[in-house]
């Protein structure tokens, strides 16, 4: 479903980030009285009123600097505005208007965007007060208050009639295992599902950006059914200049989600750039299995080989569940061993554990190293039990396990993909304290802890 868009847009600190979280009701923006805490753009889906869902953008704080900062906010901004459907001009009652407002109402007038002129920091004021904001030419001021919660619903009423209504797209049937092949333009993700295919199901070239929509293609081997979900190169945000390649980059995320198993393909030539660590941040978030492959590997020389694999460990230690494979797509070697791990890998993310087994490798987890004491108080891991799957899914219940420390729980989760033998899948915990029976009863004293109580006390003022 292809939602309606809000862009949240206007200098640093007037309160972007706190309408955003407000909508959003989240803390998914950073907030700070610091100026230029934003600088990429945040999307969330939000429900703006009931049954209408729709998506808001936070971007940064636009100025007059020129500088290369400033410069790759004001392209993140435009970026949004391409995408969005209503604007949010956010001023602040506070500071009143000033030169920076209305330079940028002036950029906005000439964009003919449906806008809204929404007034932040407005607890107290008057309409009176407010009077100045009409000289920006953007109508009528919405006041609200972002950080207390005040004038939302007003501001909601009046975008609700401006918002265009959602179009269902035609979900894509998927068959057996769902396999995305992630990666940044031009590292050969065409060329290597053409090679799997055996044929040139999908256009390559060498040339960055050739794949834009996300293109699925079921397809059986020995038996077992896949869907390859052929994905768009993700690219850094500043550097996507067409407003079909930011649709593209929203397919590709909602690939991820909907497959079992990623393929994040790398060039060998470059090996782990910011990108690709970005890529393997948001697999690793979504908590999908994972495989990580090498192409062009042919292209290179002993000694090159030896300082990727070298790089690789150190860099790609915080996917180290992902096993590494090296191949190269154009000359077709490896690329069979690849289905081997592929089928591993969506076994062990939908595998389902008996919760005696659990507790059993539980135990001995405690028995190797005892939880560490968090505010002198003692963590007890009580019991556990699988609670989901794709990625695999562990309740543990116990006391104080609300601040459990995160290099406990890294403990755990690696003790625990050795014990169960998993590979190219991550595992997620949830911890659950259980509710103290006291909480909230007083104590009732007998009477004679009533007469120690009154002794001990008139003993207390004698001494003072």
Do not use: C, M, W
């Given at each position: 479903m292809s939602l309606p868009v809000i862009s949240l847009v206007?200098?640093?600190?007037?309160g972007k980030s706190t309408l955003f979280n407000r909508l959003s009701?989240?803390?998914?923006?950073?907030?700070?009285?610091?100026?230029?805490?934003?600088?990429?753009?945040?999307?969330?889906t939000i429900d703006l009123d009931d049954g209408v869902p729709c998506s808001i953008i936070d971007t940064g704080g636009l100025t007059n600097e020129n500088n290369m900062i400033d410069s790759g906010i004001h392209g993140q901004v435009l970026s949004a505005l391409d995408e969005s459907d209503v604007v949010y001009f956010i001023v602040s009652a506070r500071d009143g208007v000033t030169a920076l407002d209305h330079e940028l109402a002036r950029q906005l007038r000439r964009l003919k965007l449906t806008l809204i002129l929404v007034c932040n920091k407005a607890e107290g004021s008057t309409p009176a007060s407010l009077a100045e904001f009409y000289e920006l030419g953007l109508g009528e001021p919405v006041p609200i208050s972002a950080e207390h919660g005040k004038g939302i619903e007003e501001?909601?009423?009046?975008?609700?009639p401006l918002l265009p209504a959602p179009t269902d797209d035609i979900e894509p049937e998927i068959e057996g295992i769902a396999v995305a092949v992630l990666g940044r333009p031009n590292v050969g993700k065409s060329t290597l599902i053409n090679r799997i295919l055996g044929e040139d199901r999908v256009l390559a070239?060498?040339?960055?950006?050739?794949?834009?929509?996300?293109?699925f293609i079921p397809f059986e081997r020995n038996d077992q059914l896949y869907t390859l979900i052929d994905t768009a190169g993700i690219r850094r945000k500043r550097s996507v200049d067409h407003k079909i390649e930011k649709f593209s980059i929203l397919k590709a995320i909602e690939a991820i989600e909907n497959c079992h198993v990623v393929i994040l393909i790398l060039d060998a030539s470059e090996g782990v750039t910011e990108q690709d660590a970005t890529l393997l941040g948001m697999v690793a978030d979504k908590g999908r299995a994972l495989l990580i492959v090498n192409n062009k590997w042919d292209g290179l020389d002993e000694y090159q080989?030896?300082?990727?694999?070298?790089?690789?460990?150190?860099k790609l230690s915080f996917v180290n569940y992902a096993s590494v494979h090296y191949i190269s797509a154009l000359h077709g070697s490896g690329v069979g061993k690849l289905f081997g791990p592929i089928n591993k890998a969506y076994e062990n993310a939908g595998a389902k554990f008996g919760t005696p087994m659990l507790n059993e490798i539980l135990a001995k987890a405690?028995?190797?190293?005892?939880?560490?004491?968090?505010?002198?108080?003692?963590?007890k891991l009580k019991y556990i039990h699988q609670s989901g799957f794709f990625p695999p899914t562990f309740t543990v219940h116990g006391n104080?396990?609300?601040?459990?420390?995160?290099?406990?729980?890294?403990?755990?989760?690696?003790?625990?993909t050795s014990a169960l033998g998993l590979t190219n899948t991550p595992i997620k915990f949830e911890f659950k304290s259980g509710e103290n029976p006291f909480k909230d009863k007083k104590n009732k004293l007998s009477e004679r802890q009533i007469q120690k109580r009154r002794r001990m006390m008139k003993f207390t003022k004698k001494k003072k």
């Open positions: 206007g200098r640093p600190n007037v009701k989240s803390r998914q923006a950073l907030v700070s009285d610091f100026e230029g805490l934003t600088r990429d753009r945040q999307y969330a501001l909601v009423d009046l975008t609700l070239l060498d040339l960055p950006g050739t794949t834009r929509d996300t293109i080989k030896s300082e990727v694999k070298r790089k690789l460990d150190i405690n028995e190797g190293h005892q939880p560490p004491p968090v505010a002198g108080r003692r963590l104080h396990l609300h601040s459990i420390p995160n290099a406990y729980g890294r403990y755990l989760q690696n003790f625990f």
